[in-house]
């Protein structure tokens, strides 16, 4: 960046009162945990929220699965069956060597269970996250009983011995799959968007927002070793003296420079 853009950048935070060198206030405890759920979570690499990783691995499985059906269809069976463990993998990726491997589905919708039930237990959690997270939490439990049946469907297609067997099971597959989602709405069931919407009008009923500013804060949200407790890191501060600082480091032409111009 050119010297006369951080210095047009300084003249703007100037004049907007400087807003911009001045920490943002990171959330309460309470609405870090539901930003988890919501945002962006600490748990992910990919600056997703713990909903939107669970519906990327949901639309995996949903377009993997509709391979699986092309191929049993064309009779192609082997084909069929090595998308079924492709599928498999993406639902759950644990017994991949690396130790960085995603969350799969049911991880990921525990953890947002986990979150949205803790949300209500700190100290710090307003009133209408005390009231409606623990029946959120009572209902969502139901997105991880049918999560569970998703992964039952997927193996049973793993033992499947036959293209006929595949199409049945693919069929259960993707209607579950979308039913999880909310893709499908199924009565009496609850899904991510239920979820989703459920956790966004808690938070409106007291006027609390998880603004993009805050995403720091939710990707640095970390449990304290030894305890149940959960914490922010520290966030970094900017320092003023950066902004006069030129790529180089030459510092000549601004406040106290040691060239020969008048600084006054």
Same mark, same amino acid.
């Given at each position: 960046?050119?010297?006369?853009?951080?210095?047009l950048?300084l003249l703007s935070?100037?004049?907007?009162?400087?807003s911009a060198?001045t920490?943002?206030?990171?959330?309460?405890l =309470?609405?870090?945990?539901?930003?988890?759920?919501?945002v962006?979570?600490?748990?992910?690499?990919e600056?997703?929220?713990l909903?939107?990783h669970?519906?990327?691995i949901?639309q995996?499985?949903?377009?993997?699965n509709?391979?699986?059906?092309r191929?049993?269809?064309s009779?192609d069976?082997i084909g069929?069956?090595?998308?079924?463990?492709?599928?498999?993998?993406?639902?759950?990726?644990?017994?991949r060597?690396?130790?960085s491997?995603p969350?799969?589905l049911?991880d990921?919708?525990?953890?947002?269970?986990?979150?949205?039930?803790?949300? =209500?237990r700190?100290?710090?959690?307003?009133?209408?996250?005390q009231?409606?997270?623990?029946?959120i939490?009572?209902?969502?439990?139901?997105?991880l009983?049918?999560a569970?049946?998703?992964?039952t469907?997927?193996?049973?297609g793993?033992?499947?011995?036959?293209?006929e067997?595949?199409?049945i099971?693919?069929?259960?597959?993707? $209607?579950? =799959?979308r039913?999880i989602?909310?893709?499908?709405?199924v009565?009496?069931?609850?899904?991510?968007? $239920?979820?989703?919407?459920?956790?966004?009008?808690?938070?409106?009923?007291?006027?609390?927002?998880?603004?993009?500013?805050?995403?720091?804060y939710?990707?640095?949200? $970390?449990p304290i070793?030894g305890?149940r407790?959960?914490a922010?890191?520290p966030k970094?501060q900017?320092?003023r003296?950066?902004?006069?600082a030129?790529?180089?480091?030459?510092?000549?032409?601004?406040?106290?420079?040691d060239?020969?111009d008048d600084d006054d």
């Amino acid at each position: 960046m050119s010297r006369q853009t951080l210095l047009l950048l300084l003249l703007s935070l100037l004049t907007s009162g400087c807003s911009a060198l001045t920490p943002h206030k990171a959330p309460t405890l =309470a609405q870090g945990h539901i930003g988890q759920v919501l945002v962006a979570s600490s748990s992910l690499q990919e600056g997703k929220s713990l909903l939107q990783h669970a519906r990327s691995i949901l639309q995996a499985i949903i377009d993997t699965n509709s391979e699986v059906v092309r191929r049993a269809e064309s009779q192609d069976f082997i084909g069929a069956k090595r998308r079924v463990f492709d599928m498999a993998e993406i639902n759950d990726p644990r017994n991949r060597e690396a130790s960085s491997a995603p969350l799969g589905l049911r991880d990921t919708i525990s953890k947002a269970l986990f979150h949205t039930q803790e949300s =209500a237990r700190t100290n710090d959690a307003s009133g209408a996250i005390q009231s409606y997270a623990p029946d959120i939490w009572r209902k969502a439990n139901r997105i991880l009983e049918d999560a569970a049946t998703l992964s039952t469907y997927i193996n049973f297609g793993l033992n499947a011995d036959s293209a006929e067997s595949l199409l049945i099971i693919a069929e259960e597959i993707e $209607d579950t =799959a979308r039913q999880i989602s909310g893709q499908t709405a199924v009565a009496g069931g609850y899904n991510l968007e $239920d979820m989703e919407r459920e956790l966004a009008f808690m938070l409106a009923t007291n006027n609390e927002q998880l603004i993009e500013a805050d995403i720091w804060y939710l990707e640095n949200f $970390d449990p304290i070793p030894g305890t149940r407790e959960w914490a922010f890191k520290p966030k970094p501060q900017i320092q003023r003296r950066d902004i006069f600082a030129s790529d180089n480091n030459n510092t000549t032409g601004g406040f106290n420079d040691d060239d020969d111009d008048d600084d006054d």
